[in-house]
């Protein structure tokens, strides 16, 4: 296939995850990817990965023009997904903003996030396979909860009264953060149906002000993603 790989705002976390691949990425046609090459060519992409948030008319225009050339686009990582952690300085009060951050979806449209922060290797190489074979990649879209409860760790609210992400998180990870008692801040971003409104009573059960719930989301990796919008205009 014949590969793009682009950067926008980011810190390149994720450009690593897709050099993790070894030795397998040389059976792609890597035609972009300014990381490991200066000799790049635009050209029709099977596949774009677009790592990094959108922060300027340049971005954008660079955007556009790599959703005309792609047949796939794939948004890499909390960054294109959600506008990732430059986003962060959104939920300030006293704004004085350097510059907005915005995921790629808010411009183009996206075939397929890969979340996390950085994104798995395992998830790149999965969505290389599958469309190399012409199927759809799948990956988890239920909460992390599902996978904290097949590896038989406890609750870490319930139990430690840490708090938790992973109840609104998308599964994906295997539960690393709880598994290893620390509670998940949500890198793999929000999950499809989130229950905003449970995970705020159960984090107010613990002793937190609504305040405070909505700042840690917000200073999230994904805190502007478009599910947590709403917390935005409070
Ligand atoms: S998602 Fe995380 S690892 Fe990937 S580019 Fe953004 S900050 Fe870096
Ligand atoms: S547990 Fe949460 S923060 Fe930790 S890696 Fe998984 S999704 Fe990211």
């Known amino acids: 296939m014949i590969l793009g790989v682009f950067k926008l705002t980011s810190c390149g976390g994720c450009q690593y995850s897709i050099l993790d691949l070894g030795k397998s990425l040389l059976e792609q046609k890597i035609f972009y990817f300014t990381e490991i090459s200066s000799s790049n060519l635009w050209h029709t992409f099977d596949v774009a990965f677009v790592e990094g948030s959108v922060t300027n008319d340049d971005e954008k225009e660079l955007l556009l023009k790599i959703r005309q050339k792609a047949k796939f686009l794939v948004a ?36 397929l996030e890969l979340r996390g922060c950085p994104v798995k290797s395992e998830h790149i190489e999965e969505t290389l ?36 992400l992973g109840v609104i998180t998308q599964g994906g990870c295997g539960a690393l953060c709880p598994s290893l008692n620390r509670g998940c801040y949500g890198c793999f971003g929000p999950v499809k149906g989130a229950n ?38 409070k």
């Open 76 to 111: 890499l990582g909390a960054c294109a997904v959600s506008g990732g952690i430059q986003a962060i300085q959104r939920s300030k009060k006293d704004k004085g903003l350097i510059f907005y951050s915005y995921p790629l979806s808010d411009f183009v449209s996206v075939d």
């Open 129 to 164: 396979f599958s469309l190399s074979v012409g199927s759809v990649p799948y990956f988890p879209d239920y909460p992390l909860c599902i996978e904290c409860k097949r590896k038989g760790n406890p609750c870490l609210m319930i139990t430690h009264k840490i708090l938790c």
């Open 196 to 233: 905003l409104k449970a995970f705020f009573r159960c984090a107010l059960r613990m002793g937190l002000t609504e305040e405070k719930i909505r700042e840690i989301i917000m200073n999230s990796f994904n805190g502007y993603h478009q599910i947590f919008r709403e917390l935005y205009d």
